[in-house]
């Protein structure tokens, strides 16, 4: 199905100068990198705020016939001179509040201010018509919400009298859910599998606690799901076309491009990004012990029985009757009589902290409240009690279950204890509930084991500093490999295990060799250097022109960080690995087998090679890369960020700045805040900006600013927000 696109924007300013026209030329990009979408020359005007010419331009292509889809831009706000749905209505002869509904809806998601626009759509005759903001940024989050999950690609079929049929059958091969609406179970029907690999899993449930060792793996019969290839196509990236692709490192250097071919995008559309092409890994069962530390609960975790199972005690005492006035008792022990028959008159029962009460007590006196009044001699009948205290006084009367723990007062049996998507902490607080209640072993999600390379003819490993001069043809000396150990330490830091994969040259032969090792052997690649646009940043090309790989993103409006490039890259599956579904409640996990020789998308950071881009970059889009393979809940993938207050000035720039900084509580003033010392100079090829730094502080960019109060600075004491990198320090 061919979809022909008419786009109208609705400007003033933009009639009398089209360069001035933001919003055309991205629905016309958008539209068109979208399969069976065209936009036909002639097809995109600009008209000023004006009723007439609104509707006459738009009835012309509802007229002509070949215009299956009306996109105008502009003219829906409270403005004085906003006059497109007045101008369209009479038009329109099917209206589809739903429609209206869906980007009022989303866009509010994102500001509060959506709630005045005041689009319509609707159909007349066979075209549907849509009526966007005029903002660049409102008109890619509209479309975006009109693309996911295919809602607009159904309306058009049906307009254009179709059956609805291809999406129906997508919708109940469990598919066509909204992208953005993916939760850990995301495997079941999202994303990792190219057009190459036909998904030929089948799903089944376990019981957690139990051996998850099964011999049904290919019995076809277990829930098979059915993924038609249209389905599959839907969901694999989408490559770009060849012309926008990154230049040939094979062919001359005068041949590059001089300008970036991907757009430089903001950091929040960079961080959507990440956040919705990255698959969560497989369910595994693991031991409960400190190396649980850092996954993510992949079951709800219940009491098998009361904690503690008996009255116990909390304190060290003796254990008797509420009824018990003060007096003196005889005292029996575990050893002369037996805890569950019940405890005669005139005697009291020795406990230790923990430890059971007998049958027929129901309180417990500490031992610092009675006196000792006599003891069993030592040629007595028993020698065994010679020594041991015979007579107690107690000094008071103890009211009912005084220091005693009632049956599962700590934990009731069938309580839930923890939840499913719940962190486990190198803290110890969960690990400890979990052996509490004696949990040997638990479902987690895989955490991701990351493979890391350094590229550059001029990098030298610090411990091999003898491969200085074979790596340099000329007297400068190369640069010491900076990258490999901060991000390995950081990596390690966090728990993640790292596959080491060294050093490579600027040629593509070692790229692809060291590259296609990580991939094989790790769940996300983290490479530095070679980003961006020189003959021998080979990162980019190779994704697209000899790995397959699709780029999600190459520059973005950050600093440090511009070329940060995020890519996926099909890999063949070498063995069957298991993939959680659905996630039902309750302690059962759906797995899915993933069979031999189908394909994973595996996630790959291109991070720029100045050390601190490296650095910043890591910690800003590769965390939330890695906390949603672990797992992570969708509100948890980035860093936390905190309130600062500023304690130098701190220059604007074009881009979204990350000022490194040291984070310090500040308990004398008394004040609820932290303090940002500034690291000094904030160059990305100065490593030492993260010296001691434990915050990034992020500072608006420049034009952002500039509206708001023209300022191009943050002032000393000025409050802004920081993502929070390591531990807090004391002033
Ligand atoms: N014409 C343009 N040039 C550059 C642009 C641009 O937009 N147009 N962007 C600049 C920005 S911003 C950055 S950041 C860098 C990123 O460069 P690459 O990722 O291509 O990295 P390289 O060129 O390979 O290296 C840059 C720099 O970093 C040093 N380096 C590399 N790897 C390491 C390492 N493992 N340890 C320590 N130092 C490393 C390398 O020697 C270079 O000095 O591009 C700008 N250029
Ligand atoms: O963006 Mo680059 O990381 O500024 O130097």
């Given at each position: 199905m061919t979809i022909n696109v008419a786009i109208l924007t609705v400007s003033d300013t933009a009639a009398k100068d089209?360069?001035?026209?933001?919003s055309g030329p991205q629905i016309r990009e958008i539209i068109t990198s979208k399969d069976g979408y065209q936009v036909q020359d002639g097809f995109c005007r600009i008209v000023p705020d004006e009723k007439e010419e609104i509707h006459s331009a738009v009835s012309s292509w509802v007229e002509s016939e070949n215009i299956d889809w009306v996109i105008t831009a502009g003219?829906?706000?409270?403005?004085?001179?906003?006059v497109t749905p007045e101008a369209l209505s009479p038009l329109i002869e099917r209206p589809a509040p739903g429609i209206v509904h869906l980007l009022i809806s989303s866009s509010l998601n994102k500001?509060?201010?959506?709630?005045l626009s005041r689009p319509i759509a609707g159909t007349a005759k066979n075209t549907l018509i849509t009526t966007l903001p005029g903002s660049l940024k409102a008109v890619t989050e509209n479309l975006e919400a009109l693309f996911d999950g295919d809602v607009i690609h159904h309306a058009l079929d049906l307009i254009k009298g179709g059956t609805g049929r291809e999406i129906h059958s997508q919708l109940s091969a469990?598919?066509?859910?909204?992208?953005?609406?993916?939760?850990?179970?995301?495997h079941g029907h999202h994303g990792?599998?190219?057009?190459h690999g036909h998904r030929r899993g089948h799903s089944h449930s376990h019981e957690h606690g139990?051996?998850?060792?099964?011999?049904?793996?290919?019995?076809?019969?277990?829930?098979r799901r059915h993924h038609d290839h249209k389905h599959e196509e839907h969901r694999a990236p989408k490559p770009r076309s060849q012309a926008a692709?990154?230049?040939?490192?094979?062919?001359?250097?005068?041949?590059?491009?001089?300008?970036?071919?991907f757009a430089q995008i903001s950091l929040e559309d960079a961080l959507q990004l990440v956040k919705t092409n990255v698959d969560t890994l497989p369910v595994v069962n693991l031991p409960?012990?400190?190396?649980?530390?850092?996954h993510i609960l992949a079951e709800d975790i219940y009491a098998?029985?009361?904690?503690?199972?008996t009255f116990t005690t909390s304190v060290d005492g003796y254990a008797l009757r509420s009824i018990d006035p003060p007096g003196v008792y005889t005292v029996l022990t575990s050893q002369t009589r037996k805890i569950d028959t019940p405890l005669p008159e005139g005697c009291i029962y020795r406990v230790n902290t923990g430890g059971p009460l007998p049958a027929g007590a129901d309180t417990v006196i500490m031992v610092e409240d009675t006196k000792l009044v006599s003891v069993h001699q030592?040629?007595?009948?028993?020698?065994?009690?010679?020594?041991?205290?015979?007579q107690v006084e107690t000094l008071a009367q103890i009211p009912e279950y005084e220091n005693v723990r009632k049956p599962g007062s700590d934990v009731r049996a069938g309580e839930l204890v923890m939840s499913k998507g719940e962190k486990i902490t190198k803290a110890g607080g969960e690990i400890g509930t979990l052996a509490f209640v004696g949990r040997k072993q638990v479902a987690v999600y895989k955490k991701p084991k990351v493979a890391i390379l350094s590229t550059g003819n001029e990098i030298v490993d610090i411990q091999a500093p003898e491969n200085l001069s074979s790596t340099s043809s000329d007297s400068w000396g190369g640069i010491f490999d900076t990258n490999r150990p901060s991000l390995t330490a950081a990596l390690e830091n966090l728990g993640y295990e790292v596959l080491d994969l060294g050093i490579v040259p600027d040629d593509v032969q070692s790229h692809l060799t060291a590259i296609r090792k990580g991939l094989a052997e790790a769940d996300l690649l983290l490479t530095t250097g070679g980003?961006?646009?020189?003959?021998?940043?080979?990162l980019k090309p190779l994704i697209e022109r000899h790995l397959d790989g699709v780029i999600h993103?190459?520059?973005?409006?950050?600093k440090p960080g511009k070329p940060t490039t995020f890519a996926r890259v099909p890999v063949k599956i070498e063995h069957d690995v298991e993939v959680p579904v659905t996630s039902p409640s309750g302690p059962q996990v759906q797995v899915q087998v993933e069979e031999k020789n189908n394909i994973i998308w595996k996630p790959v950071f291109a991070l720029p090679g100045n050390p601190a881009s490296a650095l910043v970059t890591f910690y800003v889009f590769v965390i939330p890369a890695l906390r949603r393979l672990g797992g992570w809940p969708t509100a948890q993938l980035e860093l936390p960020k905190v309130n600062v207050e500023l304690q130098n000035t701190m220059p604007l720039d074009p881009r979204t700045e990350y000022h490194r900084v040291i984070l310090k509580t500040d308990l004398q003033s008394g004040a609820a805040i932290l303090k940002a010392y500034s690291t000094g100079g904030q160059r990305s090829?100065?490593?030492?900006?993260?010296?001691?730094?434990?915050g990034l502080v992020i500072l608006p960019p420049l034009a952002q600013r500039q509206e708001d109060d023209g300022r191009r600075h943050l002032e000393t004491g000025d409050i802004a927000k920081a993502l929070v990198i390591g531990e807090i320090e004391m002033e």
């Open positions: 089209a360069a001035a026209d933001l003219g829906t706000g409270f403005g004085v001179r906003d500001t509060p201010f959506a709630a469990g598919g066509t859910g909204s992208e953005s609406s993916h939760s850990h179970g995301r990792h599998h190219g057009s139990q051996h998850r060792k099964h011999s049904h793996h290919r019995d076809h019969s277990h829930h692709l990154s230049h040939d490192p094979s062919a001359s250097v005068a041949s590059r491009h001089r300008v970036s071919p409960v012990n400190a190396q649980l530390g850092g098998p029985c009361n904690v503690p199972s030592e040629d007595g009948p028993n020698t065994l009690l010679a020594e041991e205290e015979k980003t961006s646009m020189g003959p021998t940043d080979l993103f190459g520059r973005v409006s950050v090829s100065r490593a030492a900006s993260l010296c001691n730094a434990n």
